[in-house]
């Protein structure tokens, strides 16, 4: 997909999707979509199987499952302030474990199952 600019030269989009894997892809399922809010968008093996991906907004992230592999990635995912205040409502009514941490700015950091990271940085 591409684009024209002011300067008419084209700019292609990029788009990413990133997988992160874990020990167990239901654990993480259930950790997605009953404690952040995400959708399961598929499940191979129609329902049974070891990869998945679940959605919130445009934010999509594969779960594989790997025992081998699992843990210690890094999501960032930038939100408007009104929508960084809203997910702080949610994370709090939840009782999502998240700590403050700072990245050259502040932000909210929330670890899954396995020890991803997620990082919801201060948009200010």
């Not at 093996?45 to 679940?54: E, H, R």
């Not at 992230?61 to 939100?79: A, K, N, P, V």
């Amino acid at each position: 997909m591409t684009e024209q600019t002011q300067s008419d030269q084209p700019v292609h989009k990029w788009y990413a999707r990133p997988v992160f894997f874990v020990a167990d892809v239901h654990r993480s399922i259930h950790f997605y979509v009953d404690m952040l809010g995400f959708v399961k968008k598929w499940h191979t093996a129609d329902g049974t199987g070891m990869i998945c991906q679940v959605d919130r907004g445009e934010c999509e992230i594969i779960l594989c499952q790997d025992g081998t592999r699992h843990g210690r990635s890094r999501l960032f995912i930038e939100l408007t302030a009104e929508a960084r205040r809203a997910l702080q409502r949610e994370l709090d009514e939840r009782s999502v474990p998240h700590s403050e941490t700072w990245w050259g700015y502040d932000t909210i950091q929330v670890d899954d199952p396995d020890g991803n990271e997620l990082f919801f940085p201060d948009p200010g």
